[in-house]
């Protein structure tokens, strides 16, 4: 006969091993750690990039975008203009959906190899991809706003033909005669005002107006944080050898110039190329300090008290000059968290991890002051 013991606690001794057993074969460690959050996270995390052939550039320009709200608001606005806004979003629809899915991106790609963007499987730059898809959105918006105003109906050209590049100047030209508003210049798109000095008569220049979709930040040998940087950017330079027409000759001049219009978003570049006497390049992995919150007032042309952005992504480069991994950390605006991307590979992160990336770009959305002040966002 059996004792009580053997009846009843063997039996369940061995059930519960058996279990256990089952348990550590199909659900590993990890599993039971992060089960408390595991559901927590896969609620808020959003999709990533598939890489299809060293496309991590294009991915890491991809996820830095879709958390630029009115970028985002822009390309649904215009998608009935622009075939690539179009695509564009589509993407951003799914990125900023919580999913553990995998997103292609390649109808992007080919939307901007339709107009002369090569990429051939070879590793690119983002920034320079974020260039062509700017040109292309404004190429694209002020041909087919000006068809659609006028009931026109009429065939592109291929690109490479040149008869493209003719038919958005025409455009172009129309739009400005007929006032009609460019909606896409309200994005990424400022101006700045710029004028000379000549440092001999000090006579000065009238100030002239152009058009920037993102600011180069000086050397990153000049200063250690980001906002150096900018001071740096806007301080007055000298320039040897230019004509002063009140001299009727050439002298050294002063050059300055002020933000004439904020952009509502705002793309830096941190200039990581650095060459030597020799004529040899490298990259700097030196790290740059740099704010969730950023105040451009001091650099406008008027007083604008509300020049205040928000930091909304970072791309970083990992390698070296030649050869690298393009990754991102944005801010998913729904969720109020940060998020690594590195293509197919997402997961939560907190500002810490962010701030001590090693950036080289920094997107930054224009922000009101009753925004910052109620703490809208979590992490300031």
């Not at 025409?170 to 000379?196: M, W």
């Not at 050294?252 to 060459?275: A, D, G, N, S």
Request: contains cysteine; hydrophobic residues 35%; aromatic residues 14%.
């Amino acid at each position: 006969m059996f004792t009580t013991l053997e009846k009843y606690v063997f039996p369940a001794v061995i059930a519960s091993f058996i279990i256990g057993t089952i348990g550590y074969v199909f659900y590993p460690l990890d599993y039971f750690k992060k089960k408390s959050g595991a559901m927590g996270l896969k609620s808020t995390r959003c999709p990533g990039l598939l890489n299809d052939g060293n496309t991590c550039y294009l991915n890491s320009a991809l996820q830095s975008l879709a958390s630029c709200q009115n970028f985002v608001a822009f390309c649904f606005a215009m998608k009935s203009y622009s075939p690539l806004a179009g695509k564009l979003s589509s993407i951003f629809s799914m990125l900023n959906t919580p999913s553990t899915d995998i997103v292609s991106a390649a109808s992007v790609l080919q939307e901007c190899s339709k107009r002369g963007w090569k990429h051939i499987y070879r590793e690119n730059d983002v920034y320079e991809l974020l260039q062509i898809i700017f040109e292309l959105l404004s190429d694209e918006f002020t041909v087919n706003s000006l068809i659609d105003i006028n009931g026109l109906t009429c065939h592109i050209p291929n690109f490479n033909n040149g008869v493209y590049t003719r038919a958005v100047q025409y455009c172009r030209d129309q739009v400005r005669v007929a006032n009609i508003p460019n909606t896409h210049k309200l994005v990424f798109s400022g101006q700045l005002a710029s004028r000379t000095r000549c440092t001999f008569c000090q006579a000065t220049s009238d100030w002239r107006v152009e058009t920037f979709n993102s600011i180069s930040l000086p050397s990153l040998r000049l200063a250690h944080s980001l906002e150096m940087l900018v001071e740096e950017y806007f301080k007055p330079e000298f320039i040897d050898d230019l004509y002063c027409s009140t001299c009727t000759t050439n002298r050294r001049v002063q050059r300055e110039h002020r933000l004439i219009k904020l952009p509502l978003c705002l793309c830096f570049q941190i200039q990581r190329t650095h060459w030597v006497p020799s004529g040899r390049s490298f990259k700097s992995d030196r790290h740059l300090l740099f704010q969730h919150v950023i105040n451009l007032s001091l650099f406008c042309f008027y007083a604008k008290p509300d020049a205040i952005y928000v930091l909304k992504s970072v791309v970083e480069h990992r390698g070296n000059i030649n050869h690298g991994h393009f990754i991102s950390y944005r801010w998913l605006n729904e969720h109020r968290v940060w998020q690594f991307a590195s293509d197919e590979h997402t997961n939560i992160v907190n500002w810490e991890t962010v701030k001590n990336s090693s950036c080289y770009l920094l997107f930054y959305e224009r922000i009101s002051k009753p925004q910052i002040n109620s703490r809208f966002y979590s992490y300031l």
